[in-house]
């Protein structure tokens, strides 16, 4: 209307600024200040609220732009430009439309102030959702000081706008924030879905998320995944059916009431059916057992029970007297244990509750070649303890000779009386030892021979 333009630092032309003179001196509107901004009065808690959170110095310029002349409509683009597929958004209301940055939110509609619909509530993957502010990506100064024009993804209409978003490293709770508790939405996620929440406001800042951790789905009568559907298990997944007697398995039709619909048997005590009754993938176990173990048991289609002799398997015949037991036709037979110890001084026998046993014994033992010791059994050893000296040993077939033991060796020595040996049936000589040697000596004197 004016062809005037503000420049970027609020100066303006001469002209425009007399015409501000005039607007200046006139009363101000009812509900405004003098210098034309809403009174306190006129601004909703909110505004009031957040307002506190966004300093003086903080707030932006309101971006260049050349005023209109009449009749033109200033939403069109100039000529020559197509629309932006990121919008820039300005608030009518610069000031205003900061009090809701980084406030905590759940939807779009909380963050808007000031008569803007531009600001969305963005979600932080590390602390929750907070409310942005629409800015312009070419005007670096249509955010306050700590942030920065960013676009983000409209969750709503999958849009890609452009924020005020912190450049600190995310947002915090302030102290009104922390006064009125407010929210800021979040969420759970790991392999079975995502869950939704919010995390409140305190003194200690933000409270941990509330919501529930994604769980595969069970009949229970709780949307365990956060899918939006409760109990939709898919039919045909394992089931099983348990009690004291055992588990069961089957397959999943459905749920009812919170109730698994599983077509599982349910386990019950065996019995000789010919059936696995108690799941546990033995048919008739133990039902026609008779105690050896070289029959097996099994049940008749009457339920009566009969028995089939087995062999080759080991068992146990009770007997310590056999050894390597094994069955043979329905019948547990070892071989007779060897209790043999090879000792001349043990009695040797078998005791069927014990196996063998080897008792000492006081029998004579294995001769040593040695006539002047007594071999014999003491305490289950076979001894050889020397005879006293002087004992007779034996003969070494000479006469001539004593034959006795010393110090438990045979010795033999001259006798020493000369007695008389061999006759060599010589009249004429005398046969008499000497030097234990049978000699035959000439008999003293003439004798007629």
Do not use: W
Not at 29 to 55: H, I, R, Y
Not at 214 to 239: I, L, M, R, W, Y
Not at 333 to 342: L, N, R
Request: proline share 6%; net charge negative.
């Amino acid at each position: 209307m004016f062809g005037l333009q503000s420049d970027r630092h609020g100066g303006i032309g001469a002209g425009f600024a007399a015409l501000l003179v005039l607007v200046a001196c006139s009363s101000p509107a009812a509900g405004t200040t003098g210098n034309g901004t809403e009174s306190d009065g006129d601004k909703t808690e909110d505004q009031l609220v957040f307002e506190k959170d966004v300093p003086a110095k903080d707030v932006p310029p309101t971006p260049d732009a050349a005023v209109p002349d009449a009749g033109t409509d200033a939403t069109t683009p100039p000529d020559g430009q197509a629309d932006s597929p990121i919008s820039d958004v300005q608030p009518a209301d610069t000031t205003a439309s900061f009090t809701k940055l980084c406030a905590p939110c759940t939807a779009n509609a909380a963050c808007q102030s000031g008569g803007s619909s531009g600001n969305l509530c963005v979600a932080d993957s590390a602390n929750g959702s907070f409310c942005g502010v629409a800015c312009s990506m070419s005007d670096a100064a249509s955010c306050p000081d700590g942030y920065a024009c960013q676009t983000v993804t409209d969750p709503g209409t999958g849009q890609t706008v452009p924020q005020c978003r912190p450049t600190n490293g995310g947002c915090a709770c302030s102290a009104d924030a922390i006064a009125q508790g407010a929210k800021a939405a979040c969420a759970v996620t790991n392999s079975y879905g995502t869950c939704a929440g919010t995390r409140a406001c305190s003194a200690a800042g933000l409270q941990p998320c509330d919501a529930p951790t994604p769980a595969s789905e069970t009949c229970n009568g709780v949307d365990d995944d956060c899918n939006g559907k409760t109990d939709d298990v898919p039919a045909g997944s394992a089931c099983t059916n348990s009690n004291s007697f055992g588990t069961c398995t089957g397959t999943l039709s459905g749920c009812k009431d919170g109730v698994p619909l599983c077509n599982a048997a349910t386990p019950a005590a065996e019995k000789c059916n010919g059936l696995d009754d108690n799941c546990d993938g033995n048919v008739d176990e133990g039902m026609c057992d008779d105690g050896n173990p070289c029959t097996t048991g099994i049940c008749g289609s009457d339920g009566s029970c009969g028995q089939i002799p087995g062999s080759g398997a080991a068992c146990s015949d009770g007997n310590d007297c056999t050894t390597d037991d094994v069955c043979v036709k329905g019948k547990c037979q070892g071989v007779a244990a060897a209790c043999d110890d090879q000792n001349p001084c043990t009695t040797d026998s078998c005791d069927l509750a014990g196996g063998c046993t080897h008792t000492a014994n006081m029998e004579a033992c294995t001769d040593d070649g040695n006539s002047c010791t007594i071999d014999a059994c003491i305490a289950g050893a076979c001894t050889h303890n020397s005879m006293g000296d002087g004992a007779t040993c034996k003969d070494d077939g000479n006469g001539c000779t004593l034959d006795g033991c010393l110090a438990g060796v045979c010795v033999h020595t001259d006798d020493p009386f000369d007695p008389p040996c061999a006759d060599d049936s010589n009249a004429c000589t005398l046969d008499v030892c000497k030097a234990s040697a049978c000699a035959h000596l000439p008999v003293p004197g003439d004798v007629t021979c």
